[in-house]
């Protein structure tokens, strides 16, 4: 055989190695995180709905649908990266893609103001900004690396508990949403980070902030 042959042989081998060890990881992973976030979102009450998406690699979906104050119902969906095809995974990492955890909660009472906040220099967010119906939202103060769009009366306390809020969680948050329409409330974060410390935690900050 040639060179260009055993190059062939050599990097298919590798590519095998790596989906199969990437396959491990995605699910040794994405049993951990399962746990880790159903330790958390009991705290808030019964878990009433939980399935895979697809397989323990890839990700879950759970719910808790009678959950405590401000909380009436909370969702909780994580997806991890698709890693076990290297090069898409070198293409999605390199465009930001990371293992993500997206919350969904419909409040015990309809909130009387709506933002949204966005990390400063995103896309869709700048998207979102150049949005007609955005056109009564206005920007306000935000930390060091977000930004903040508000509709509605200026509560300048809630504004600073969503500051204080940020300060806390900024690492992992991505983009927070509150509107008067359920879900009332979505986030989106980075998974890493979070799961550094116990679920618990991330859920009594939250519930702390919306007044709970």
Known sequence: MDLGQWIVIILS???AAWYLGANIFNRRKGITTYYWLRRGLEKLGKITEAEWLGSSGSGAKLVVGK????????EAIYMLETREILPFWIVNHLRGKRDEIIVKATLRSTPKQ????????DRQFASLQSDETMDSFEQVPAPEGFQILWHGHKDEQRIEQLIAFLSQEGVSVQRISMHRK???LVINARLKPLIDSPAES????LQA???G
């Open 67 to 74: 959950a405590a104050k401000p909380f009436g119902k909370i």
């Open 202 to 205: 991330f859920f009594t900050k």
């Open 13 to 15: 081998f590798f590519l």
């Open 209 to 211: 902030w919306l007044g």
């Open 182 to 184: 359920i879900p009332h």
């Open 114 to 121: 709506e933002f949204e906040v966005g990390r400063t220099g």
